[in-house]
């Protein structure tokens, strides 16, 4: 079993609509939460950071992390095409930028 | 201010050739990881330098190595290549170790192992 579950999908959603990301994970000792976008041909890119349990928000993005559940999302509002992308959730125990353990990505198209 | 810039871009080998991939880190940072992504397994995390020291390693067998030279610029190297290697690789810079939150990725490079 991997440390980090995400459904691959790929989901496909109309323009505007709210989309939902989610991951499980197993390990209780991870403390720092990320979602990365990662475009075709390109290199992740960090969109949000969360450390321990509790809601962030930044634009049309919304984290949650729910520690006692093991289980973290994002939320888009008001989906763009120019969202369609794949998304990676990632964790780790430790401050340092190694040893990030990623979830296999979710596949997102928005319909225009 | 310039990103993380991987060389090659793409790159065909054969089983059995070592190969030899280039990161240079944004200016001023010190720190540089390694990723191997696959369609499979996913992202998984290679190694990690700090001022030419590996300070972190994940599971991957002694064929893969790396190195960080005294301007922060990283090579890793991949000897004796299998076709499970094919992959792409990307490299991430930060300024120090103990940042993860900033840690950016170059558009890394795609290896093609026949």
């Known amino acids: 079993q991997k440390e980090v579950e995400q459904d691959p999908g790929p989901l496909s959603v109309p323009e505007g609509a709210i989309v939902s990301l989610n991951c499980t994970y197993s390990n209780s000792a991870f403390q720092y939460f990320m979602w990365y976008r990662q475009y075709s041909r390109k290199g992740p890119e960090l969109l949000m950071y969360t450390y321990s349990s509790g809601n962030k928000e930044d634009g049309r993005f919304t984290a949650q992390v729910d520690k006692s559940s093991k289980y973290i999302s994002l939320f888009i509002r008001d989906s763009q095409p120019s969202d369609s992308a794949t998304y990676l959730c990632?964790?780790?125990?430790?401050?340092?930028?190694?040893?990030?353990?990623f979830g296999s990505g979710t596949r997102l198209s928005i319909r225009p | 201010k310039a990103g993380v810039t991987q060389t090659p871009r793409y790159l065909i080998k054969t089983r059995g050739q070592q190969v030899t991939l280039s990161c240079s880190p944004i200016?001023?940072?010190?720190?540089v990881s390694w990723y191997q992504q696959t369609p499979g397994q996913g992202l998984q995390f290679l190694f990690e330098y700090f001022s030419e020291t590996q300070r972190n390693k994940g599971n991957f067998p002694g064929r893969f190595s790396g190195r960080q030279f005294s301007n922060s610029r990283s090579e890793m190297n991949v000897s004796t290549l299998e076709l499970g290697d094919s992959a792409l690789y990307l490299c991430?810079?930060?300024?120090?170790?103990?940042?993860?939150?900033?840690?950016?990725f170059g558009s890394g490079t795609q290896l093609s192992v026949l």
């Open positions: 200016s001023g940072h010190r720190s």
């Open positions: 991430a810079s930060s300024l120090e170790p103990t940042t993860n939150e900033k840690l950016f």
């Open positions: 990632a964790m780790t125990p430790y401050s340092s930028a190694s040893k990030i353990i």
